[in-house]
């Protein structure tokens, strides 16, 4: 009897463990870019060691983001950026935690695009906000490709351009989410 | 180097207030134009210097990949006053090597079967150098440390490098 349970249990929590190595996605070399539009210029500037984590039966996503893990291809923007702007020695990390709201329209077992809205919070510089945004994942060959564009305000973040700059930076910031997720072993 | 520069304006600075005094009125004209000439040229040369190639330059630190994590895992604050956004030179066994859609590579460097890694992400400049590694042999690589990736989602802890190049065998 005993022996009955033990295998019962041992195959039920294989059984387990496959169905929740089936749910979870992840990546630690995702994309995200930030840029910045005026007149004076344009200045853009990539991470490609984000790590973002989607649930596939909740939708629950999460992304983590080092600061100074942002290259751009001026040196002294880089700098400014990690030293005045973002101060990234006092905050190192930004983090999205959120929900895609419409995780039940996703099938993710067959090879489509879906359009996907996402909600959640926020935290660059220290300040937590909520935020929403849209985007689409594209389930490929067992792999999940999440992508998203959206905005976001420097003065809700509580960042400060110094004068000088305010020109050269923009108070709108693109932000472009490009992950390849992998299933989670 | 800082204080020598505002030692040296401060000198410049008395000294063609004693020239105008002494009625050397063209030298002064002439000491700021020179001084503007020279605020501009250091301007423009900050303004379009680019990230420092990590192939020739000396690290600041050098540590084993096993170690740089055990102090990240015992305090990332404190670790991060001793080595965020500085040049790492570490040493590691290569658990994995992950090239992606675009061709960038990241160097995972961590002991089998720990969850912890120091993960490289490899300058696109010095991509080849990756190609020749391969899994469970040991590397050194160079970069500039970003950060910790605390394991909050399940997936293990991380150290960030970036820009990372293959040190070579001598």
């Known amino acids: 009897?005993?022996?009955?349970?033990?295998?019962?249990?041992?195959?039920?929590?294989?059984f387990a463990s496959i169905v929740n190595a089936q749910g979870k996605?992840?990546?630690?070399?995702g994309k995200i870019s930030i840029f910045s539009a005026t007149s004076m210029e344009n200045i853009s500037a990539v991470n490609k060691s984000s790590v973002c984590l989607l649930d596939s039966k909740t939708g629950d996503l999460q992304f983590a983001v080092l600061m100074k893990g942002f290259e751009f291809r001026k040196a002294k923007m880089q700098e400014d950026f990690n030293s005045d702007y973002v101060e990234s020695s006092k905050f190192p990390k930004s983090e999205f935690k959120g929900q895609i709201t419409n995780n039940s329209t996703v099938n993710y077992n067959s090879n489509v695009t879906y359009s996907v809205?996402?909600?959640g919070k926020l935290t660059i510089h220290g300040v937590t906000r909520d935020v929403e945004s849209t985007g689409t994942i594209t389930i490929k060959d067992g792999k999940l490709l999440a992508n998203s564009v959206f905005n976001i305000l420097i003065a809700d973040y509580n960042i400060k351009v110094p004068k000088m700059y305010m020109d050269n930076i923009s108070k709108s910031i693109k932000i472009t989410v490009d992950c390849t997720l992998e299933p989670l072993k | 180097m800082n204080s020598l520069l505002l030692l040296a304006t401060i000198g410049l600075l008395i000294f063609s207030a004693l020239l105008w005094?002494?009625?050397?009125?063209?030298?002064?004209l002439l000491i700021i134009v020179l001084a503007a000439i020279a605020a501009g040229w250091y301007g423009f040369k900050e303004y379009i210097?680019?990230?420092?190639?990590l192939g020739n330059v000396n690290a600041d630190v050098k540590i084993t990949a096993t170690d740089l994590i055990k102090e990240y895992e015992k305090?990332?604050?404190?670790?991060?006053?001793k080595y965020l956004g500085r040049i790492i030179e570490t040493n590691g066994n290569i658990k994995a090597i992950e090239k992606?859609?675009?061709g960038y590579y990241t160097i995972v460097l961590a002991d089998t079967g720990a969850m912890s890694s120091v993960r490289c992400s490899i300058d696109t400049v010095h991509k080849e150098d990756a190609a020749p590694l391969t899994v469970n042999s040991s590397a050194t690589m160079r970069g500039v440390c970003t950060g910790f990736n605390k394991d909050e989602m399940g997936l293990g802890s991380d150290v960030i490098l970036n820009r990372c190049v293959v040190v070579q065998k001598k």
Do not use: G, Q
């Open chain 1, 1 to 14: 009897m005993i022996k009955k349970i033990i295998i019962a249990a041992i195959v039920f929590s294989l």
């Open chain 1, 117 to 119: 809205n996402v909600k």
């Open chain 2, 49 to 53: 210097r680019t990230n420092k190639d």
């Open chain 2, 21 to 28: 005094i002494f009625r050397k009125r063209k030298i002064v």
């Open chain 2, 100 to 102: 992606d859609e675009n």
């Open chain 1, 25 to 29: 996605f992840y990546t630690k070399s």
């Open chain 2, 75 to 81: 305090s990332d604050s404190l670790a991060n006053t």
